[in-house]
């Protein structure tokens, strides 16, 4: 048996209450499309399929620099690891591994929305960590959430916020983010890029990281869950101009046909040419990355770029 803290931005009135308000919004919160064991089974075979950070041996090595850089940080033996948006765990595990064959002892905090994927990354740094915890929240919304991050008492802590900004609006997540952060946190995030100096043309390059039937079959698995039928439209994915001169690619679902979907008493309709908003991805560049980060008082001091330029890591200070 393992236990897991469950906050309340995740209790089922309050995931009912968002899911009507994506459903009417006609924009669906990216949580949504990996809170379910068959959800979070098709994001890592997606993952696992067209992600750099499992397919580019360039992309594992300039992770592997970011963490023993990350261990030269500590003198102390008890550091505490807290995976803000853990999914599989893969790189959270990486660095724990580091951690310890640098002598380190490292405890582990699993933090997501989803909780098969709470429990994955538990299961996946349990070789690596002393022990571990796990916090299921939505860290769009979840408030007080500072003192569950970590069960433990390590005065040095490491943050990862690894592939999380590309899918929330950076002035929703960056404000939160800033808030977790304690004086003398080492916090490192990952972000997908564009290749290449033209910005357009980078984020163009990338598009069949997305555009992919996988890809295509993970998203539509939460509107077929909730009641949409495969015959009903047909998804689209393209780039657009996003917030604070970034690109983000984006996949829509278009109605070709009127649909009801039923939430208990509650029931929205879907005309046909309606669209719905399933995902998005925001591509930076390391520039763009620093100037968006500044607008909310976080610094990048150290950076790593795989030689695809494809993604980067980020060792970033409040
Ligand atoms: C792109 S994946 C990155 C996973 C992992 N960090 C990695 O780099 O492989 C995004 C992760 O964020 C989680 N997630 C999505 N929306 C979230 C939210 N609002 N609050 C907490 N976790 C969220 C998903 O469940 C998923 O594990």
Not at 83 to 98: M, R
Not at 307 to 317: D, I, M
Request: aromatic share 10%; with cysteine.
């Amino acid at each position: 048996v393992i236990h897991v803290a469950i906050h309340p931005s995740q209790f089922p009135d309050q995931v009912r209450a968002d899911l009507l308000k994506s459903l009417r919004a006609r924009a669906i919160q990216h949580k949504f499309h990996y809170e379910s064991y068959k959800q979070a089974q098709k994001w890592l075979a997606v993952h696992e399929a067209h992600s750099p950070a499992r397919n580019d041996s360039g992309c594992a090595a300039v992770y592997d620099e970011a963490f023993r850089w990350a261990a030269g940080k500590f003198q102390r033996a008890d550091v505490c690891v807290i995976g803000l948006g853990c999914g599989g765990g893969h790189k959270d595990a990486a660095l724990l591994g580091c951690l310890k064959t640098a002598g380190i002892r490292p405890v582990y905090s699993a933090v997501d929305v989803s909780l098969s994927l709470v429990i994955m990354a538990r299961l996946r740094a349990a070789g690596f960590a002393e022990s571990t915890t796990g916090l299921v929240c939505d860290l769009e919304m979840a408030d007080g959430i500072q003192d569950q991050l970590c069960g433990c008492r390590a005065a040095q802590r490491v943050l990862t916020f690894f592939g999380m900004i590309p899918n929330s609006e950076p002035d929703v997540i960056l404000p939160r983010l800033r808030k977790l952060l304690r004086r003398g946190d080492v916090l490192l995030m990952s972000a997908n890029l564009a290749p290449g100096a033209d910005y357009a043309a980078g984020v163009k390059r990338v598009l069949p990281q997305y555009d992919n039937a996988q890809t295509a079959d993970w998203l539509l698995t939460f509107l077929y869950d909730v009641g949409v039928e495969p015959g009903d439209g047909k998804i689209d994915f393209s780039i657009e101009q996003g917030a604070a001169d970034l690109l983000r690619i984006w996949a829509d679902f278009e109605f070709q046909r009127a649909r009801t979907v039923k939430l208990g008493d509650e029931t929205v309709q879907f005309a046909a040419g309606e669209r719905v908003r399933l995902f998005y991805s925001y591509r930076y560049t390391p520039e763009r990355l620093k100037s968006v980060l500044a607008k909310f008082d976080f610094t990048i001091s150290e950076q790593w770029i795989t030689p695809s330029e494809e993604e980067g890591v980020f060792a970033v200070q409040a």
